[in-house]
């Protein structure tokens, strides 16, 4: 869980950056002037680069410029910048919804529902998700299910994440960026290009910051509270002749959030939400590496036959106060570290994209263990009355066989199949125990399940300026293992199923003005079922399993984003619209008192026995919009002057299916707004900024019983110099 939230250390990059891109660009892109008219946007979400404007995916696709133009630091920002996307800020676990759907609980048996690619390669699912966005190439935001390519985990869509290559014979090229901010806010970040042969080159890329808390935090705790984030990337890049390219990238972050502090989620006093009070040690770091190995070969006939190898391991851990109170009771805390180590491999077969029918082809196999080790996860209730401790093993693996099929028709048609048959599994060998009660429960279980998801799209390219499309998609999430009841026995409640979404979807994409202007367009109603959540037991309240919802979700939609460039104006504008309707069931709301039965199809006796039917999915508020705009003014002396801003709204939310707003589910509207002014002379960017310049206090998460609150104002100055 991450105490920056939306908006750490991006306070020193947020929106300072509206004139950097310019510099930037002028790196990338040889010294060429700036584009009058909105530029022609790639993606890469189905193995093969496509026009966005020509392609029927809901996307919003930022290249490096636009990252920088808006402060967009990790997956957190993506929020402000992006319609029907939210972030539920755990930090090393937080949970990004799309469109309602993502990962609605948060452990290590219950996959995310929208998967995050870094360089081709699928992350840590649902930890180490900090990590910060620094000298990429672009970043794709995938809305609705992506079942052919990006497979399970992602019901809700599909975070991925291209870092820049080396570029051979493009000399000794980069840029180095320093900024100071309120909170002492500090880093410096850079990267280097470096030519070392006609068919060989290399890019370095460093990236640190250091943030003061800007919490308040008393009580006899101990920590320390301040961020200290440190990534470094090493890439090759080698050609030997046109039929093959070789990439080669790793990435090392260590990641220290100091803690997390938040007060109790019953308190709505937005002035408390920055003074804390702990009892307790505070520690939360991830450290990690990822190494992504990437062989593409051409053959002459124009089949491109491509592996993807990527290779992670990590170790996340957590102490803290989890009651957000300094009282000697409760006083509850949380001591867990877990390590992980990740490895995929994904082989392509890519026919050309000039012929009649056109086809992908591809395999995928992923293992993940996850391993806590002896001692290294207690959770105290309060602690030395009640430790809850586990330790051991989880494994899950995924293996599964996709393709996709193009068929131009005449008249600009288009129609496209596509399929994937997904088999997973997991596994736990571990051992709960409560050495208060010696209570030791062993745990050796299996589950295994398969699915089949895929996609059936008919497109129409009217004309060079419009494009129609139609499509019915599908994705799942795999099931899991529920742990054994601390205090029932041992006895272990019986697996948790797959989730599924079946998404139908509408959309236009349009250029207009001379390519001044492009818009898109789209509805979407999706038919979400066996949606995974932690409930009480029915008829035991007091312990806990996950469930599914026995009855679809229903959730539709309207989304609209443009993008402009008039001259020297420049904007970029998002909205969605969005309603959600749990299936019936019933359920028991813990904190309220409870007594009698509850049986989740027929109901129950009490007030706590509660209908959910028609309550709104969690963290999946009804309105999203964003907004921003920047103009550059050109100077006598060749300097150009860019002022900037953006805004961004979030509709209130719902952190549980209870909406109990007495027992602090309530997440409050977000209203960010941002400005920034930039200067460049010559190769030289300084800028002065500021991030939520209204000092709005809301809510990033609930982590019950304590919630986390978003940034307040920040402030500062960034100097960037290219070469």
Known sequence: MKLHAAWLGASALALSWAAAAHAESDVTNGGAPAATTVQEVVITAERRTENLQKTAIAATVLTQNDLTKNGIFTVDQLQFFSPSVTVDDFGQGNDFEIRGIGKGEHNTQTGTGVVTYRDGVATFPGYFQEEPFFDEANVEVLRGPQGTFSGQNATGGTINVTSQDPIINGGY??????HFGNYDDTGVQGAVNMPISDTLAARVAVYTDYHKSWYNISGPYTGNPNVKWGALRFSLLWKPNDSWTVSFKTDFDYLDNGGYFGPPATDYNPNDLYNIKNNAHTFALDDFFRSVL???YVNPDGITFRSISGLQKGRSAWTGDIDGTALPAPNYTIDEGVDETLWSQEFNIISPSNKPVTWVVGAFYQHNLYSFPNGGFDIGVPPGIVDENLQGVNMTYTAAVFGQLSFNLPDGFQFQLGGRYSHWGTTNH???YVPEFDLNFPQNEKEYGDNFTGKATLNWNINENNFLYAFVASGALPGGLNTALYFGGGVVPPPFGQEYDLDYEVGWKSSLFGNHLHTQLGFYYNNFSNFQVILPIPNDPIQVTEQNDPNPTKIYGFEASAQAVFGDFSMNAGLGLQH????????????LPTSGTCNPTTGGTTAACINLAGHPQTYAPSTTFDISGQYDFHLKSGDVLTPELNFSHISSQWATLFDNYAAGDFLAPRNILGASLAWKHGPYTATLYGTNLNNDKYVSAVLL????????????VSLMRTF
């Open 705 to 716: 019983p304590i919630k986390i609150a978003g940034a307040p104002r920040e402030f500062g």
């Open 173 to 178: 090229t980069g840029y180095v960026l320093g």
């Open 294 to 296: 990437k062989v593409d």
């Open 580 to 591: 959600s309707s749990v299936g019936a069931f019933y359920a028991e709301d813990s904190r």
């Open 430 to 432: 571990v051992l709960f």
